[in-house]
Protein backbone atom coordinates (compact mmCIF):
# COMPACT_ATOMS: atom_id res chain seq x y z
CA UNK A 1 0.00 0.00 0.00
CA UNK A 2 0.84 4.18 -0.13
CA UNK A 3 1.51 5.69 2.97
CA UNK A 4 2.21 10.12 2.55
CA UNK A 5 3.44 12.07 5.00
CA UNK A 6 2.79 15.98 4.90
CA UNK A 7 2.49 18.58 7.48
CA UNK A 8 -0.35 19.80 8.22
CA UNK A 9 0.00 23.70 8.03
CA UNK A 10 2.78 26.08 7.25
CA UNK A 11 3.04 29.93 7.78
CA UNK A 12 5.27 32.34 5.89
CA UNK A 13 6.27 35.94 4.95
CA UNK A 14 5.62 37.25 1.16
CA UNK A 15 8.69 37.74 -0.35
CA UNK A 16 10.29 34.03 1.49
CA UNK A 17 11.44 31.17 0.88
CA UNK A 18 9.19 28.01 2.09
CA UNK A 19 10.12 24.55 1.82
CA UNK A 20 7.21 21.55 2.30
CA UNK A 21 8.14 18.12 2.70
CA UNK A 22 6.31 15.03 1.94
CA UNK A 23 7.83 11.42 2.88
CA UNK A 24 6.05 8.68 1.24
CA UNK A 25 6.42 4.45 1.59
CA UNK A 26 4.50 2.92 -1.67
CA UNK A 27 5.03 -1.16 -2.58
CA UNK A 28 6.41 0.08 -6.16
CA UNK A 29 7.37 3.16 -7.26
CA UNK A 30 6.46 5.50 -10.34
CA UNK A 31 7.16 8.71 -9.62
CA UNK A 32 5.67 12.05 -7.33
CA UNK A 33 3.52 14.43 -7.51
CA UNK A 34 2.87 17.75 -6.28
CA UNK A 35 -0.99 19.93 -6.96
CA UNK A 36 -1.58 23.20 -5.51
CA UNK A 37 -5.20 23.20 -4.40
CA UNK A 38 -6.78 26.77 -3.56
CA UNK A 39 -10.01 26.63 -1.40
CA UNK A 40 -12.84 25.23 -2.88
CA UNK A 41 -11.09 24.52 -6.28
CA UNK A 42 -9.55 21.18 -8.13
CA UNK A 43 -6.07 20.40 -7.73
CA UNK A 44 -3.47 21.62 -10.35
CA UNK A 45 -0.49 19.85 -11.26
CA UNK A 46 2.80 21.60 -10.33
CA UNK A 47 5.39 19.19 -10.86
CA UNK A 48 6.48 15.43 -11.30
CA UNK A 49 9.37 13.84 -10.47
CA UNK A 50 10.59 10.19 -11.39
CA UNK A 51 14.37 10.50 -11.26
CA UNK A 52 16.52 11.82 -8.05
CA UNK A 53 17.15 15.40 -7.43
CA UNK A 54 15.86 18.77 -8.52
CA UNK A 55 13.29 20.06 -11.26
CA UNK A 56 13.58 23.91 -11.59
CA UNK A 57 10.14 25.78 -12.88
CA UNK A 58 10.44 29.25 -12.08
CA UNK A 59 9.30 30.09 -8.51
CA UNK A 60 8.47 26.64 -7.88
CA UNK A 61 11.22 23.27 -7.56
CA UNK A 62 10.27 19.73 -6.70
CA UNK A 63 13.11 17.72 -5.03
CA UNK A 64 13.29 13.68 -4.88
CA UNK A 65 15.51 11.41 -2.99
CA UNK A 66 14.36 7.80 -3.84
CA UNK A 67 16.23 5.83 -1.56
CA UNK A 68 14.67 8.28 1.43
CA UNK A 69 11.40 7.92 0.15
CA UNK A 70 11.84 11.62 0.59
CA UNK A 71 10.51 15.10 -1.77
CA UNK A 72 9.94 18.67 -0.88
CA UNK A 73 8.34 20.93 -2.77
CA UNK A 74 10.12 24.55 -2.89
CA UNK A 75 8.37 28.12 -3.28
CA UNK A 76 10.62 30.83 -3.98
CA UNK A 77 9.49 34.91 -3.47
CA UNK A 78 6.28 34.16 -2.27
CA UNK A 79 3.28 35.33 -2.97
CA UNK A 80 -0.06 36.14 -0.94
CA UNK A 81 -2.17 34.09 -4.27
CA UNK A 82 0.50 31.19 -2.80
CA UNK A 83 -1.40 30.30 -0.43
CA UNK A 84 -3.18 26.99 -0.91
CA UNK A 85 -3.01 23.51 -0.13
CA UNK A 86 0.08 21.47 -1.55
CA UNK A 87 -0.79 18.02 -1.93
CA UNK A 88 1.68 15.20 -2.57
CA UNK A 89 0.74 11.91 -4.79
CA UNK A 90 1.69 9.03 -5.74
CA UNK A 91 0.71 6.72 -8.22
CA UNK A 92 -0.39 3.49 -7.21
CA UNK A 93 -0.53 0.82 -10.15
CA UNK A 94 -2.40 -1.72 -10.00
CA UNK A 95 -4.28 -4.10 -12.02
CA UNK A 96 -2.48 -2.45 -15.06
CA UNK A 97 -4.39 0.77 -14.15
CA UNK A 98 -2.61 4.03 -12.59
CA UNK A 99 -4.20 6.00 -10.19
CA UNK A 100 -3.05 8.51 -7.87
CA UNK A 101 -3.09 8.25 -4.04
CA UNK A 102 -2.88 11.59 -2.26
CA UNK A 103 -1.33 13.01 1.07
CA UNK A 104 -3.11 14.77 3.26
CA UNK A 105 -2.06 18.25 2.05
CA UNK A 106 0.07 21.12 3.29
CA UNK A 107 -1.96 24.49 4.10
CA UNK A 108 0.46 26.88 3.54
CA UNK A 109 -0.44 30.56 4.72
CA UNK A 110 1.46 33.36 3.10
CA UNK A 111 1.48 36.30 5.10
CA UNK A 112 2.33 39.66 4.52
CA UNK B 1 -5.38 23.66 -22.16
CA UNK B 2 -8.01 21.35 -22.40
CA UNK B 3 -10.25 20.96 -19.57
CA UNK B 4 -12.15 18.47 -17.92
CA UNK B 5 -15.74 19.89 -17.35
CA UNK B 6 -18.05 18.98 -14.44
CA UNK B 7 -22.07 19.94 -14.18
CA UNK B 8 -23.74 20.92 -11.84
CA UNK B 9 -20.82 23.03 -9.81
CA UNK B 10 -23.51 22.88 -6.85
CA UNK B 11 -26.00 19.71 -6.18
CA UNK B 12 -28.13 20.09 -2.88
CA UNK B 13 -30.45 16.79 -2.29
CA UNK B 14 -32.74 15.61 0.63
CA UNK B 15 -31.38 12.08 2.10
CA UNK B 16 -32.19 8.67 0.06
CA UNK B 17 -32.60 10.43 -3.19
CA UNK B 18 -30.80 9.76 -6.27
CA UNK B 19 -28.03 12.23 -7.39
CA UNK B 20 -26.16 11.83 -10.99
CA UNK B 21 -23.23 14.18 -11.67
CA UNK B 22 -21.73 14.47 -14.70
CA UNK B 23 -18.17 14.64 -16.39
CA UNK B 24 -17.07 15.27 -19.91
CA UNK B 25 -13.33 14.15 -19.73
CA UNK B 26 -10.31 15.59 -22.24
CA UNK B 27 -11.40 14.46 -25.67
CA UNK B 28 -8.74 12.03 -26.39
CA UNK B 29 -8.20 10.72 -22.88
CA UNK B 30 -9.01 6.76 -22.01
CA UNK B 31 -8.59 6.88 -18.41
CA UNK B 32 -11.87 8.58 -16.40
CA UNK B 33 -11.82 8.81 -12.46
CA UNK B 34 -13.78 9.99 -9.77
CA UNK B 35 -12.34 11.57 -6.40
CA UNK B 36 -14.20 12.45 -3.40
CA UNK B 37 -12.69 15.41 -0.92
CA UNK B 38 -15.07 15.96 2.44
CA UNK B 39 -14.65 19.52 3.44
CA UNK B 40 -10.90 19.60 5.68
CA UNK B 41 -10.13 15.88 4.64
CA UNK B 42 -8.07 14.73 1.77
CA UNK B 43 -8.39 13.71 -1.64
CA UNK B 44 -9.63 10.04 -1.63
CA UNK B 45 -9.60 7.79 -5.01
CA UNK B 46 -13.12 6.52 -5.46
CA UNK B 47 -13.14 4.45 -9.12
CA UNK B 48 -11.16 4.21 -11.96
CA UNK B 49 -12.86 3.63 -15.56
CA UNK B 50 -11.15 1.85 -18.84
CA UNK B 51 -12.35 0.98 -21.93
CA UNK B 52 -15.76 1.53 -20.96
CA UNK B 53 -15.27 -0.78 -17.61
CA UNK B 54 -14.42 -0.14 -13.99
CA UNK B 55 -11.06 -0.94 -13.83
CA UNK B 56 -10.85 0.23 -9.73
CA UNK B 57 -12.29 1.19 -6.91
CA UNK B 58 -11.79 1.46 -3.42
CA UNK B 59 -13.92 0.68 -0.60
CA UNK B 60 -15.25 4.05 -0.56
CA UNK B 61 -17.14 2.78 -3.66
CA UNK B 62 -19.83 0.61 -2.43
CA UNK B 63 -23.38 -0.71 -4.21
CA UNK B 64 -24.78 2.51 -4.13
CA UNK B 65 -22.45 3.69 -6.18
CA UNK B 66 -22.07 3.45 -10.15
CA UNK B 67 -20.26 5.08 -13.17
CA UNK B 68 -21.21 4.87 -16.84
CA UNK B 69 -20.10 6.39 -20.13
CA UNK B 70 -23.69 6.71 -21.78
CA UNK B 71 -21.76 8.08 -24.88
CA UNK B 72 -18.64 9.18 -26.34
CA UNK B 73 -18.06 11.99 -24.29
CA UNK B 74 -19.88 11.88 -21.01
CA UNK B 75 -18.83 10.07 -17.84
CA UNK B 76 -21.20 9.61 -15.17
CA UNK B 77 -21.34 9.07 -11.16
CA UNK B 78 -24.54 7.79 -9.82
CA UNK B 79 -25.38 7.90 -6.16
CA UNK B 80 -28.28 6.07 -5.70
CA UNK B 81 -29.40 6.39 -1.97
CA UNK B 82 -27.62 9.86 -0.84
CA UNK B 83 -26.58 9.76 3.08
CA UNK B 84 -25.47 12.36 4.84
CA UNK B 85 -22.03 11.42 4.70
CA UNK B 86 -21.78 12.00 1.00
CA UNK B 87 -21.87 15.52 1.58
CA UNK B 88 -18.30 16.11 0.19
CA UNK B 89 -16.87 17.89 -3.29
CA UNK B 90 -16.66 15.44 -5.79
CA UNK B 91 -13.84 15.59 -8.75
CA UNK B 92 -13.64 14.09 -12.12
CA UNK B 93 -10.23 13.27 -13.57
CA UNK B 94 -8.86 11.99 -16.27
CA UNK B 95 -5.50 10.84 -18.28
CA UNK B 96 -4.02 10.33 -21.37
CA UNK B 97 -2.83 6.79 -20.53
CA UNK B 98 0.60 7.62 -22.20
CA UNK B 99 2.56 6.14 -18.75
CA UNK B 100 3.05 10.07 -17.23
CA UNK B 101 -0.31 9.79 -15.40
CA UNK B 102 -0.67 13.35 -14.78
CA UNK B 103 -4.78 14.03 -13.44
CA UNK B 104 -6.29 16.48 -15.32
CA UNK B 105 -9.15 17.18 -12.76
CA UNK B 106 -12.45 19.15 -13.52
CA UNK B 107 -13.60 22.03 -10.68
CA UNK B 108 -15.91 19.87 -9.32
CA UNK B 109 -19.36 19.34 -7.77
CA UNK B 110 -20.35 20.44 -4.29
CA UNK B 111 -22.56 17.91 -2.97
CA UNK B 112 -24.60 18.79 -0.13
CA UNK B 113 -27.08 15.51 1.14
CA UNK B 114 -29.83 17.29 3.68
Known amino acids: GQNIDQPTEMTATEGAIVQINCTYQTSGFNGLFWYQQHAGEAPTFLSYNVLDGLEEKGRFSSFLSRSKGYSYLLLKELQMKDSASYLCAVPSFSGGYNKLIFGAGTRLAVHP | EPEVTQTPSHQVTQMGQEVILRCVPISNHLYFYWYRQILGQKVEFLVSFYNNEISEKSEIFDDQFSVERPDGSNFTLKIRSTKLEDSAMYFC????????????FGSGTQLSVL
Open chain 2, 93 to 104: ASTSGDGYEKLF
